[in-house]
């Protein structure tokens, strides 16, 4: 389970709380009133909060990440297994031409890791203590090259843009929508009342899990070109060999909940719980690197 759901998570919680802080400086009265006349002013006003909660998800990424889990940040390897780990993530970052990212390990029997932060060259790579245990050296490496392969393609920053445009027509919509149940009700149908303020809230939350589908579907193809990363930095089989050992995983992982789409794999689900997952289900990655073999 990996990167996105804390990133989603933030990004709602940063929404609601710029929905709050707009409200009681008037901001959302001054963009009612402006957008009289046209939407052109409402959908700039709502543009500029919704890249910006997109833009301030992405810079808190990485100390939410080390803060949820508790991750300790390698400064200086202590034994020869934390050696091992600095030397393979940094051969990895010189092949994939990013910057060296910090390394750090937090405590967890699940096998896990995840890769996050604002940048190619400022980004951090973190495993579970059960990854290091349960997986062979080449299983491990074959995990940090799809981390690495992470960074390289710039997933959190394309996150950002895919989520500044949602966060873009959440912020509109619900506020489109909200003068009209507000008239609709016996409001004043121009913004700025508690009844207004309540509804836009609600459907802000409501439209914005409805967009968190749209950053999922990514999340799910990214997953296969991570993979695909991951078998060039590390050889293939060695990949198809970490995800074959993540099938015998068994049990829930102890990621915060916040970090649930931020490790390498995420829970098969079927039916409309599939599109709620931040990966796709193992056999189809699998099945992927093998049909790229042939």
């Known amino acids: 389970m990996r990167r996105i759901l804390l990133f989603v998570g933030t990004n709602l919680a940063v929404l609601l709380l710029l929905g709050v802080i707009v409200h009681f400086l ?3 009265r001054l963009a009612a009133v402006q957008g009289v006349g046209g939407l052109g002013p409402l959908l700039g006003f709502a543009a500029v909060f919704g890249f910006g909660g997109a833009f301030i998800s992405l810079a808190m990424s990485k100390s939410i990440a080390k803060w949820t889990t508790g991750a300790k940040v390698i400064a200086q390897p202590r034994n020869p297994d934390e050696q091992w780990l600095f030397d393979t993530v940094r051969h990895h970052a010189e092949q994939a031409g990013i910057g060296m990212p910090e390394i750090a390990i937090y405590d967890g029997p699940e096998m896990n890791a995840f890769a996050t932060g604002a ?3 400022h980004a951090l790579v ?5 990854l ?3 997986m062979s050296h080449d299983e491990v490496d074959a995990v940090l090259g799809h981390e690495i ?6 997933d959190m920053v394309t996150m950002t843009l895919l989520q500044g445009v949602l966060n873009t027509f959440v912020i509109f919509l619900a506020r489109v929508v909200g003068r009209i149940v ?13 009844g207004y303020f309540a509804i836009v809230m609600i459907l802000q939350l409501v439209f914005g899990i409805l967009a968190s589908l749209v950053v999922m579907a990514f999340s799910r193809a990214r997953e296969f070109r991570a993979d695909a990363g ?3 930095l590390a050889g293939r089989e060695r990949m198809i060999a970490a995800l074959q050992r ?3 995983q068994h049990g829930e992982s102890t990621l915060p909940k916040a970090m649930a789409a931020f490790g390498i794999s995420d829970k098969t689900a079927g039916g409309l719980q599939r599109l709620w997952m931040s990966h796709p289900p193992l056999e189809e990655r699998i099945a992927r690197l093998r049909s790229a073999q042939a």
Do not use: E, P, Y
């Not at 973190?126 to 059960?130: C, E, L, P, W």
């Not at 392969?149 to 710039?154: E, S």
């Open 119 to 121: 940048s190619r060259n």
């Open 149 to 154: 392969t992470h960074v390289a393609n710039g």
């Open 230 to 232: 991951g078998a060039k």
């Open 182 to 194: 507000d008239g609709a009700i016996g409001g004043n149908n121009r913004g700025g009342g508690l």
């Open 132 to 134: 290091l245990r349960g």
């Open 246 to 248: 993540l099938q015998i």
């Open 26 to 28: 008037g901001l959302d």
């Open 126 to 130: 973190a495993v579970s203590t059960g």
